[in-house]
């Protein structure tokens, strides 16, 4: 049976952020708190072969991740690999700075043996900066549709992202045999999502994917918690958990995906706050854990 792991969920630059010392931070580096690795996901199909969304900077310590996860499916793997495909959802530097790490300087994957799924402007981009050596290039946009392998198919969502820099942010779905998980952690608005896929509200588009499981951009909890801190932050393009929360309200299990926050920013609260995280389970969402989120699909 294929399945998905949630391989991290931080935003771009995981928990400890660099040069950052707030609290949360050092608590990670006094090993106080566990440390968050950029939002990423691992599937493995029917054939045992091993597929990525997103090539982030902690790329090694997720494939060690990837294979701790799989002890309870009986599998006593060291480390996850060889990877068969590349998946990207955009080009910000948390979703592709571990892309140069299948090259020669680390992973050493033969020229043109992995598949690299994403966007033109995305390939364009690592093919500038000579890292496209190891891939087989795939050009995807919106609406398309890419078998993984039998049964397992990517469907790719367009979503307005600080278009100015990516020029193209897509949302994937992940369909198996038996479950369908949607993977959307970077937008700017719910406003301009939803009008781009010409729905009115939040849950009404998420029941209208038939996906079983939303993994939602939950960077910020409000955006108080950047305000001293950038003087463009009630510009800044990701809708808070809060924002979220009020547009979904409370779950109706029989109709509602399951809905999980991810892409958490160092600043975001419900990282280790347990009333903020309670506010998001009482109302039957919840918030991502890295290595223990494992879907059979």
Known sequence: MPTVTLLGIAQDGGVPQA?????RCMAVHRKELPELYPVSLGIKDDDGNYH??????????????????????????????????????????????GIGQFGREVMGYKSRSIRLIAGERVINDLEEKSYLEPFIPEVISNGSKVTLAKGLILEFLRVPHREEECSETYGIIVRGHKRSILFLPDHDTYEETLSYHKHASLKEWLRSL?????????????????????????????????????????????????????????????????????????????????????WEI
């Open 19 to 23: 040069g950052c010392f707030c609290a």
């Open 52 to 97: 990525l969304i997103e090539a982030s900077r902690s790329l090694g310590k997720q494939l060690r991740l990837w294979a701790e996860s799989t002890r309870d499916l009986g599998e006593e793997l060291p480390i996850i690999s060889p990877i068969s495909s590349v998946t990207l959802t955009h080009k910000h530097l948390g979703h592709i700075d």
């Open 210 to 294: 038939h996906i079983d499981v939303a993994l939602l951009d939950g960077t910020f909890f409000t955006l108080e918690e950047v305000a001293n801190r950038r003087s463009d932050a009630a510009g800044i393009p990701h809708p808070p958990i809060s924002v979220s929360l009020s547009l979904l309200k409370e779950r109706d299990a029989e109709i509602d995906p399951e809905v999980i926050f991810v892409h958490l920013n160092h600043t975001n609260p419900a990282i280790d706050n347990e009333s903020k995280r309670q506010e998001i389970k009482h109302l039957g969402w919840d918030i991502g854990s890295q290595g223990h989120h494992v």
